[in-house]
């Protein structure tokens, strides 16, 4: 049978799609009451052309069948809580914690819609920054060894030679040593490999910046990953706020002061050790399912047939 012919045939017999009591409002909000947790997961994910659609789940489904609360497009606070106040008041009042990202709206979502709710920041967005960090600092000695190797390379022409670039002794040059070093950046040097362990030796020979700011992103790592106790955790967190005053980079004094404009909810973490992974993982499911159909030509269509799903 004809592809299209059978998706036509399912979309308007064989499924329930136009008895769908939400199918008026799908592209403006879904609400799934019944499905609120005392666990949830605040967040954001596309669904068509790059159009944001704030998602809340239920940490408690695991991903699975009950995991939608609501969908609603945009990421406006006022419009989503306008939407999420129309949850029964009893039922908002039962949530106990919401995991989220950094974002102004979202929070201001949380704090409003759910009064009971303890708001925990995602320590993975904050470590995130401080990866960040450590790769700007790498890019920028990567440009400038790009700069210099154009010069030489003009020089070399002017005198009529062949331009010959300085090997290293693991075989890389300068510019390759640095696009080479970028997922090394990423790793804790536990997990790095003999041929990863060479490499880094060289860089942070060459680039001592690189190396101090690889390891306080290690260390912020660590404070979230060793640290158990919500007091220590401050405590260990002021400790590494003072070790970037003393490093001097720009881009690490921006995160720890990020890190103290949101610590309350940063610190909360320590509290039952909660993440936003459940609803990043969602938003990989939502992608993964938008990819197998290629891409969305009916939204109202593609909530649908996620609802029947996950909802």
């Known amino acids: 049978m004809n592809g299209r012919r059978l998706h036509r045939q399912y979309k308007n017999y064989q499924s329930d799609f136009k008895t769908w009591t939400q199918r008026k409002h799908s592209k403006e909000f879904i609400l799934f009451p ?9 967040d954001e994910t596309a669904l068509s052309h790059g159009e944001l659609y704030t998602v809340l ?5 695991k991903g699975k069948k009950g995991s939608i609360v609501a969908i609603i497009a945009g990421t406006s606070s006022e419009i989503v809580r306008s939407h ?5 008041y009893k039922l908002r009042c039962k949530v106990e914690e919401i995991t989220l990202d950094m974002a102004g709206s979202m929070n201001t979502i949380a704090k409003c819609c759910f009064p009971n709710a303890s708001l925990v920041t995602d320590r993975f967005h904050v470590q995130k920054l401080a990866i960040e960090a450590v790769q700007e600092i790498r890019i ?4 400038e060894a790009i700069d210099k190797e154009n010069e030489a390379i003009e020089i070399a022409r002017k005198n009529k030679k062949a331009y ?14 640095l696009a080479r070093s970028r997922y090394i950046l990423f790793k804790n040097e536990k997990k790095w490999t003999q041929n990863q362990k060479e490499r880094a030796l060289i860089l942070f020979e060459l680039y001592p910046d690189i190396k101090l700011a690889h390891k306080l992103s290690q260390k912020l790592s660590s404070i979230f990953e060793n640290t158990k106790e919500k007091i220590y955790g401050y405590t260990r967190l002021a400790q590494w706020h003072e070790k970037v005053n003393k490093a001097g980079f720009k881009s690490f004094n921006t995160i720890a002061r990020t ?11 320590f509290d039952n050790r909660s993440t936003n992974a459940s609803a990043e993982s969602f938003n990989a499911k939502i992608k993964a399912f938008r990819a197998q159909f290629r891409g ?4 109202e269509f593609f909530l649908f047939r996620l609802c029947q799903i996950y909802a």
């Open 259 to 269: 890190i103290m404009n949101h610590y309350k909810t940063i610190l909360n973490y």
């Open 84 to 88: 999420l106040d129309k949850i029964p």
């Open 34 to 42: 019944n499905n609120i947790g005392k666990q949830l997961s605040i």
């Open 57 to 61: 789940t239920n940490k408690a489904a």
């Open 164 to 177: 010959t670039p300085i090997v290293l002794s693991n075989g890389d040059t300068v510019k390759q040593l």
């Open 296 to 299: 969305v030509r009916n939204i």
């Open 140 to 143: 920028k000695h990567r440009w």
